[in-house]
């Protein structure tokens, strides 16, 4: 069993930045896929970003150039850096921890940008 606990949402301004944080409890995290999706209201939630155990990271190509996702393997933590943020990338941000074919889910965190 994981639990995630996600932490760094808010409200700001277009052209602004965000870190998004997601703590990890469990002894899996290094050896899992993590990463980040969201939903905005009325839609399917998304794939984000998404970092692997070896390092490999990949991004959807609406955030692409403006977020990073890096990951504290000896901490159990990963992090969405979101610049130049943009109205619609309003959503509830879930952190996500897959291993073994079994997802784990953050509570989720919403993100608000004001144009």
């Known amino acids: 069993q994981v639990q995630l606990v996600e932490s760094g949402g808010g409200l700001v301004q277009a052209g602004g930045s965000l870190r998004l944080s997601c703590a990890a409890a469990?002894?899996?995290?290094?050896?899992?896929?993590t990463g980040w999706h969201r939903q905005a209201p009325g839609k399917r939630r998304e794939l984000v970003a998404v970092?692997?155990?070896?390092?490999?990271?990949d991004y959807a190509a609406s955030v692409k150039g403006r977020f990073t996702i890096s990951r504290d393997n000896a901490n159990n933590t990963v992090h969405l850096q979101m610049n130049s943020l943009k109205p619609e990338d309003t959503a509830v941000y879930y952190c996500?921890?897959?291993?073994?074919?079994?997802?784990?889910w953050g509570q989720g965190t919403q993100v608000t940008v004001s144009s």
């Open positions: 996500n921890v897959r291993y073994s074919s079994f997802d784990y």
């Open positions: 469990g002894s899996i995290f290094s050896r899992a896929v």
């Open positions: 970092a692997t155990s070896g390092g490999i990271t």
